[in-house]
């Protein structure tokens, strides 16, 4: 089974419109971090999250953890048709912070103009 | 300034025959991390290094599959006597090292989309 999971596989959603995503862990982590994809070609980061924080913000992007429930959140406010891509969470397990990171599935999210 | 490459973007094989991927990180960066995607799937970890370190080749799927790294420079992937089921994009990244949070984010390549016939 994988360490992260996303839920929903896809989300199609007007422009304007606010996006969530959620990303489900199995094992303690050091930090999760989201990233997107275009095309099926190489990632770009969003933004990280440690395992000692709870939220955080990025432009029109929120992070949340939960690591009682082993879960994450991305938020994408006010989307806009350039958010159309996949977006994978990505899980650092064990206490270091580097090292190789699991990722999940993925979230198709598709932004109507 | 550049940012990680990968040769060649596609390559096109016939089963049994071996291949070669390349990846070039950004320059200074000290960790390496080869990752494959099938289709409409997520990445799979093959293989990480760092430094002059022992790699992590844990994720290796076989060992038809193998990868090297010279000092902190070029890496190759190469995967002898391909199968059908080698088939997938092939994703480099590297990434700093540094203790701070903004050098935990790793940077991708265009990857390598392999298709074995």
């Known amino acids: 089974s994988q360490q992260g999971e996303e839920d929903p596989q896809a989300l199609s959603i007007q422009e304007g419109e606010n996006a969530t995503m959620n990303c489900s862990y199995k094992?303690?982590?050091?930090?999760l971090q989201w990233y997107r994809q275009n095309s099926g070609r190489g990632l770009v980061h969003l933004i990280l999250i440690r395992s000692n924080e709870r939220e955080k913000h990025s432009g029109r992007l929120r992070v949340t953890l939960d690591t009682s429930k082993k879960s994450s959140s991305l938020l994408i406010t006010a989307s806009r048709a350039a958010d159309t891509a996949s977006y994978f969470c990505a899980t650092r397990s064990g206490g270091t912070s580097y090292g190789k990171l699991t990722f999940g599935q993925g979230t198709i999210l598709t932004v109507h103009p | 300034g550049a940012g990680v490459s990968q040769s060649p973007s596609n390559k096109v094989t016939e089963k049994g025959k071996d291949v070669e991927l390349r990846c070039d990180p950004i320059s200074g960066h000290t960790a390496l991390y080869w990752y494959r995607q099938r289709l409409g799937q997520g990445l799979e970890f093959l293989i990480y290094?760092?430094?002059?370190?022992?790699?992590?080749k844990s994720g290796l799927p076989s060992d038809r599959f193998s990868a090297e790294r010279t000092g902190e420079s070029v890496s190759t992937l190469t995967i002898q006597r391909t199968q059908q089921e080698d088939s997938a994009v092939y994703l480099c990244?590297?990434?700093?090292?540094?203790?701070?949070?903004?050098?935990?984010?790793?940077?991708f390549g265009p990857g390598t989309r392999l298709t074995v016939t």
């Open positions: 094992t303690s982590i050091n930090n």
């Open positions: 290094f760092q430094g002059n370190s022992a790699p992590d």
């Open positions: 990244a590297s990434r700093t090292t540094t203790s701070s949070t903004s050098g935990l984010e790793q940077y």
